[in-house]
């Protein structure tokens, strides 16, 4: 058996037009653009990688976009009067201060002085608690990815074992949350391992949806997979270069072997990485909604 491919490419191109039309709506009914603003404090490359895709995708999406590059020695006091300034902005919806920081910055202590209702990274711990009590919020935007991964690939979450390897803020205990949630695309017995867990593959091998974001390359093997089991990789790892010098990428799971013992896997790249994007923009989408109603 070769597992079925769930292509997260495909999965983000859908929903972005799903995006595209609601916004079209929400400016001819409401005359309100979604507006996002991107903050990059240095020149971090990998940084500056990820705001150009941000604010690629919210102009091809039609959104109001700012994009604020800040020199590396900016002060936490200016960067917290920046933050102010777009918190009171009508025109801006949703507020994203690319991580990570110089270190002379609290990420903390910035991330927290966003107002939560613009927070469309899910980070602030006010849309954390609502997250965690099932109450309406901007959901992290990897795990609300996986979710609707899942949701559209007809991956049935109800009453299925869900074992998560990996803990982590951004990942693991956002998509736990997300997943156990008395809710449509959740509803599911969760499970989450880490480096201190003992006897990983017990675990592992009794999830019917096995999502893993540990960080290490190839750490799930097929003899750690229950046969037909749903594999969702988060991971990207960067194991060499080509004798051209494009990056060699590959996942937390060792894709070729548990390909053919899962029904159904994420690739890497192609997989998990597009839809976050994707997701940010959507909660952009939502608060912009909000704050026409």
Known sequence: ??????????????IRAEIKQQADVLKSEKSITPGLVTILVGENPASQSYVRAKQKTAHELGFHSIQENQPADTTEPDLLKL???????????????QLPLPKHINETKILYAIDPDKDVDGFHPVNVGRMVIGAPAYLPCTPYGIQQMLIRSGVQTEGAEVVI???????????????????AGANATVTVCHTRTKNMADHTRRADILIVAAGIPKAVTADMVKP?????????????????????LVGDVDFEPVSQIASAI???PGGVGPMTITMLMLNTLQAAQRSAS
């Open 266 to 268: 994420t690739p890497v």
């Open 165 to 183: 390897v990996g803990r982590s803020n951004i990942v693991g205990k956002p998509i736990a949350n997300i997943l156990l949630q008395k809710a």
């Open 1 to 14: 058996m070769t597992a079925k491919l769930i292509k997260g490419k495909e999965i983000a191109a859908e």
């Open 228 to 248: 037909g089991a749903v594999v969702v990789d988060v991971g990207v790892n960067e194991v060499g270069r080509t004798a051209e010098g494009k990056r060699i």
């Open 83 to 97: 933050v102010e300034k777009y918190n009171i902005d009508p025109a801006i919806h949703g507020i994203l201060v």
